[in-house]
């Protein structure tokens, strides 16, 4: 049973272009949350989706950031014009149900420069 | 808002000995907690959870329990090994049970 999957590991963008950070959540699990993680520090919550729907998203900038979790395909992280603040490890997480137990992808690390 | 307090790091043990990291939280109603563990370069493994006062949750030799009138969720093991080095998060699920908060982790380092 595949855990979740996520995609690049690793990603370099320049100042100004676009990161696209793909989640493929476990099998069976209709719920995707994504967090961001600074260097020496802990995770921060970021959004909640279900399938074709945005549940919660208090955690994410208002400007550039937005994600999506479709009918078909993967959940998208996408962030515009990145900055040097952007640099970060960003985790996906899914879960069969509000409130139960989140699974970790392996997260990919963004480096802005 | 909801928060969770770890104790700081790093905690630096001999194989073998008794480990405790401290976690006290911050939550609206009662809500599920839970330990991961970071290992260097990788996501988060879930390591343990506990749903209701008094629940203690166990795994690989690491427990904690749920104590809702000092609002904790400690984590002990009696016996840690070279293997067990890594960052360790409590983390109570907030927000209306959809979002874990975590703190800064706790880095554990075990020499032999």
């Known amino acids: 049973n595949a855990g979740v999957m996520q995609n690049p590991r690793h990603l370099v963008r320049r100042r100004g272009q676009e990161a696209r950070l793909r989640c493929s959540p476990m099998?069976?699990?209709?719920?995707v949350y994504w967090y961001r993680q600074l260097p020496e520090e802990g995770l921060k919550f970021m959004v909640y989706?279900?399938?074709?729907?945005?549940?919660?998203e208090s955690g994410m900038p208002k400007e550039r950031f937005s994600a999506e979790f479709p009918k078909e395909g993967p959940s998208i992280l996408r962030i515009q014009q990145v900055v040097r603040g952007d640099s970060a490890a960003y985790f996906c997480a899914s879960s069969p149900g509000t409130g139960d137990e989140q699974y970790f992808g392996p997260g990919t690390r963004l480096t802005v420069t | 808002g909801d928060s969770v307090t770890q104790m700081e790091g790093p905690v630096t043990l001999s194989e073998e000995a008794f480990l405790t990291i401290n976690c006290t939280y911050t939550?609206?109603?009662?809500?599920?907690l839970f330990w991961y563990v970071q290992y260097p370069g990788e996501g988060l493994q879930l390591l343990l959870k506990?749903?209701?006062?008094?629940d203690k949750g166990s795994n690989k030799g690491f427990e904690a329990t749920y104590r809702k009138e000092t609002t904790s969720f400690h984590l002990e093991k009696g016996s840690v090994q070279v293997s067990d080095s890594a960052v360790y998060f409590c983390a109570p699920l907030g927000g209306g049970y959809n979002k874990l908060i975590f703190g800064a982790g706790t880095r554990l380092a075990v020499h032999p």
């Open positions: 989706l279900q399938k074709e729907n945005i549940i919660d």
């Open positions: 099998k069976g699990h209709s719920h």
């Open positions: 939550a609206t109603g009662y809500p599920s």
């Open positions: 506990a749903t209701k006062a008094d």
